[in-house]
Each structure stands twice: as C-alpha cells, then as structure tokens.
C-alpha cells in the first residue's frame, strides 16, 4: 500500500467520527506503510510474545500486530478509543483505555509504537518501571539525539542516563516528517531499544530512577551539592546532609559536576548511599 492509500484511509476514519489531529497532543498519524512494515521487521517477533502499543490511533499499525501476536494497546483519545472499539474485531487485541502514563499491571515482552510526541520522555520513564525485552520507537529526531547524548554533552540529562542505563539503544533510521499527517516540523527516527545493562546494577532500581531525575535538577552543580540539593525530594534517602558529605567528601568525583560523571560512576554512587543506609 502506498503512502497516499493511507492517507486516503486515514482521511476516511477522520471523517466517519468528525475528527481532527491536535497537535498540542502530539498527534501525528503515520500514513507510510513501509514504516509499519519496517517497526514489525525490527522488533523480530515470535508468535508467543505478548506485546505493547501506547497511542494506536486509527489502528493501522495494531491491524497488522494482531494477525500473528496478542497486542495489549493503550488509548487515552474518547474518540480514538470508540473507533478501535468498533473497527478491531480480533481475539488477540486487548483494548485499554487510559493514560499510559497511569498504566498499571501491563503484560507484555516487547513494545512496537509510535508515542505522542508531547509525552516522549514521560513515555520513557514510564516504559522503564516494566520489564520488556526489546522496544521499537519512533520519536522525533532531535529527541533521540538528546536521548543518544553522553556525559559531559550539553544535553547528557536523566533520561540520557536512565535509557542508557537500562538498554543499549540503537538509532535505525530516519522517518520523514512526509510520512505523517498532519506533517509534524522535524524528521522522525526509529530506535530499538535491547534491554541491556552494561554499567552495574542499581540496589534499587525504581528508587534509582528517581534519583537521577531529581538529582539532574542540578546537573550543573558538582556531584555532592547536586545530591544535597536533591535529597529532599527522594524521601527514601535518609541519610542527613553531614552523612552524605562523610560518605563522599573523600571521592574524586564528588566535586566533579553531575553531567560529567558516567553511568557507571552514578549508579556506584548511588548503590553506596543505599549501602550506608543500610548499616
């Protein structure tokens, strides 16, 4: 099917329940079958893995999961929802309407979607508090190279650890903005994500998620003052500020700034903030 044959589907199902994208939202609806063809490619599926989407839209892409895999697919739109309700006739799809963001007890092995651009990092985040084994995204291409940046870059942030953290990521290919209506401004990407850890284990790794996202508040601060500052705002760290400063006054990096330190050193310093609460 060409581009302009789900254009013309797509300009149908708006149609049929009066609706319009609103970009506020994110919504951008891919209209490039080749694209879908290429996310189902990646993710490599076998017919017993169970699998995720988050934003299905008009179901185009959904349509094509649920032929071999039971897809379990998320839909925050009033108007969206009704139309997969009406338009997915298949035993292996389960509807969900709700906010990802709020989702809970999700089942699923590997993750194939296109998020609304307004949530990506939340979507991220998000996705990180379940356990999957391989991702197919397509965000917006500026966003994966902030997601793909690495300690002492301008844009090394939380999510850049968090991602990096948990998968090895790599960029695929470019999705051009034609490939979507409405046309959003920049080109789009598509990345897989392999759930990989490479740079230790967190103790706690949900408390561990918390605790870049607020120490990165502050990741112009050196590594001490960034987790002093932060410390109120991760109740589970109890240690006072004059423990901290023991715990670390001695260490290298602790007067180094918080973006220049690696993956690796944040979650060994982290693990030894739980080691201490410990004793």
Do not use: W
């Amino acid at each position: 099917m060409t581009i302009t044959n789900l254009k013309q589907d797509l300009s149908k199902a708006m149609l049929s329940i009066n609706f319009y994208p609103n970009k506020k939202f994110g919504q951008h609806f891919i209209v490039n079958e080749n694209v879908l063809d290429m996310l189902i490619e990646l993710a490599e599926l076998n017919e017993k893995e169970k699998l995720l989407e988050v934003g299905p839209g008009f179901g185009f892409l959904t349509k094509k999961l649920v032929e071999k895999n039971k897809v379990t697919a998320v839909e925050l739109d009033n108007k969206l929802f009704a139309y997969l309700e009406e338009n997915l006739d298949s035993k292996n799809i389960e509807l969900r309407h709700e906010n990802f963001l709020e989702s809970k007890e999700l089942d699923f092995d590997k993750v194939i979607c296109l998020p609304p651009y307004s949530i990506s990092t939340k979507f991220l985040f998000k996705l990180f508090t379940f356990d999957f084994k391989k991702a197919v995204l397509v965000f917006q291409k500026e966003f994966v190279e902030r997601l793909m940046s690495e300690p002492s870059f301008m844009d090394y942030n939380a999510l850049s650890v968090i991602s990096n953290y948990y998968c090895e990521i790599n960029p695929y290919a470019i999705v051009s903005r034609h490939s979507f209506f409405p046309q959003p401004k920049t080109d789009s990407m598509i990345i897989i994500l392999e759930r990989k850890k490479r740079f230790g284990t967190a103790l706690d790794e949900q408390l561990f998620l918390e605790f870049i996202k607020q120490a990165f508040r502050f990741k112009h601060k050196n590594f001490l003052n960034a987790v002093l500052l932060a410390r109120p705002f991760v109740k589970e760290i109890t240690l006072t500020e004059k423990e901290l400063i023991t715990l670390f006054n001695k260490k290298s990096f602790a007067s180094e700034k918080l973006n220049y330190l690696s993956i690796k050193q944040l979650v060994s310093a982290f693990n030894m903030i739980l080691e201490k609460q410990k004793k």
